[in-house]
């Protein structure tokens, strides 16, 4: 029973690979430039392995996106608790987030460009913005569901307001927050890769760009694929966080 | 004199009507006292407890706790709370150590030694590294107390702390609070609709009518301690309670 729920998500992705390499190196159906062939792409992994340049666009996609994340952090989780303890604050501003946080991260880059030229600081004021509203509605959800009984036995207990926002807000809201970042980071990921096509000369979305245009598909296969492998960390991370937050 | 009610009154505001949920009401609580609150539903008994934590504030009148106006909540006055209130990010330990911890004294090793020691006595040592979630109802309640307690609170005020508990585990938590009551000299204000528990708990019963909320009758309970709930005195002081709230009126 057990090993047959560990197995059955595997079961989907091999057939698709089965079929994929039917489709393709097996029966010739389709051609290497319409959709390259399994081999194609482990050949291409291959060699961006061995010349050093995976590691290297990997590793400057995920340090723009750790940036980006800690950045929007350290502005939204603060800020919303603030947000979400004084009405007053959070009335005044809730128009105003609520008009920017639809707008896609990416009609930010013209700007970002202007502002901090082409490369890491562009990219990461891109995915600063993808990702800095989710976790502050987020946070400000989590602080505005914090259990009044809570904030009422600290008091009791003589806690000050800056025992009980510390002491119960935070603590309480954080589960709220760890959702907001999860969301926030798959809208980081998405950032990334645009942003780095666009405006910087590293990264897996620069790979990606520059091998269509090289004509290797085999190469925007192996990019593609590594960034779903990183989403797929990134959200294994968070619900290990969560299964030891959710109380 | 621990507490002092001066002619308090409340009303809440709904949506169509006001609501009076206390009228003139006063009354003297002694130090070391354990006073019982009871009456239905609606009297305004726990918004009068809650009044003297300070959570709420009157609209008239004032209430004092020994000699100072309570303007807001304080460690002064501990607070048990119907529903369950450990905060469930802590384990059982951090949780009965957050007042200590507050004032940022350094003394965590007498702290912690002070928590083990409370938590021994009632039966919890083995539950110190839990976390709020993994304890039954009783279990929790006996914690909050022990966290009000290890805070040095000279009053407790308890809102109907144990009317989620099965009936067997309440009459230990009441027994357990008796024996705290004894050792810390603690003055506490217990609100309860229940009349067995109020009768066996309270030096005095405050007898409660509502509409709007006020007090009926005070009255000393007679019978000794330990009480029995089986002897005679206990079961016809419990009748007599019982028709001053009105409960045997048609």
Not at chain 1, 76 to 91: H, Q, V
Not at chain 2, 24 to 33: A, K, R
């Amino acid at each position: 029973m057990n090993i047959e729920k560990k197995v059955l998500p595997f079961i989907l992705p091999t057939i698709l690979l089965v079929i994929w390499f039917l489709l393709t190196d097996g029966l010739h159906m389709i051609p290497y430039y319409i959709l390259p062939s399994p081999v194609n792409v482990f050949t291409a992994a291959w060699t961006l392995l061995a010349n050093g340049k995976l590691a290297m666009h990997t590793s400057s996609t995920l340090i723009k996106v750790f940036s980006g994340i800690m950045l929007a952090s350290v502005v939204a989780i603060p800020l919303g608790i603030i947000l979400g303890w004084y009405e007053t604050l959070d009335r005044l501003s809730s128009l105003i987030i609520s008009i920017l946080r639809p707008i896609p991260p990416i009609s930010w880059i013209p700007f970002s460009i202007l502002w901090f030229g082409i490369g890491l600081s562009s990219a990461v004021f891109v995915i600063f913005i993808g990702c800095v509203f989710s976790v502050l509605v987020y946070t400000i959800d989590g602080v505005k569901r914090t259990d009044n009984v809570f904030i009422e036995a600290a008091q009791t207990l003589g806690a000050n307001n800056w025992s009980i926002l510390t002491k119960i807000v935070l603590p309480s809201s954080l589960p709220y927050i760890v959702s907001g970042l999860k969301v926030g980071v798959s809208i980081a990921l998405m950032c990334t890769v645009s942003a780095e096509m666009i405006a910087s000369s590293k990264g897996l979305g620069y790979m990606i760009l520059t091998a269509s245009q090289l004509f290797q598909p085999g190469t925007v296969v192996v990019g593609m694929i590594i960034i779903g492998i990183i989403g797929i960390v990134f959200d294994y991370g968070f619900r290990m966080a969560q299964e030891r937050i959710f109380w | 004199m621990a507490i002092d009610i001066k002619n308090v009154s409340k009303s809440f505001v709904t949506k169509d009507k006001d609501f009076m949920a206390l009228k003139d009401v006063s009354l003297h609580v002694d130090d070391g006292e354990l006073i019982c609150l009871l009456g239905p539903s609606g009297c305004g008994k726990t918004t009068l407890l809650r009044m003297v934590a300070g959570l709420e504030e009157p609209d008239e009148g004032e209430i004092y706790d020994r000699g100072e106006l309570v303007e807001s909540p304080s460690k002064e006055r501990g607070f048990i709370f119907q529903q369950y209130s450990l905060f469930p990010w802590l384990n059982v330990l951090d949780n009965v150590m957050f007042g200590l911890n507050l004032s940022g004294e350094n003394i965590k090793e007498e702290n912690l030694a002070a928590a083990e020691r409370y938590l021994e006595r009632v039966g919890l040592a083995d539950f110190k590294y839990s976390y709020p979630h993994e304890l039954s109802g009783g279990m929790k309640q006996r914690v909050a107390i022990i966290r009000s307690l290890l805070n040095h609170t000279p009053v407790l005020l308890m809102d109907e702390p144990f009317s989620a508990v099965d009936m067997l585990n309440r009459h230990t938590l009441q027994e357990q609070l008796i024996g705290v009551w004894k050792r810390f000299e603690t003055t506490i204000l217990f609100v309860t609709h229940d009349v067995d528990e109020a009768v066996y708990l309270a030096d005095k019963i405050v007898v409660m009518d509502k509409g709007p909320g006020r007090i009926k009758d005070v009255v000393e309970v007679p019978l000794e301690r330990p009480r029995q709930r089986e002897s005679r005195e206990f079961l016809d002081f419990q009748d007599e309670i019982e028709k001053l709230l009105g409960v045997w009126e048609p």
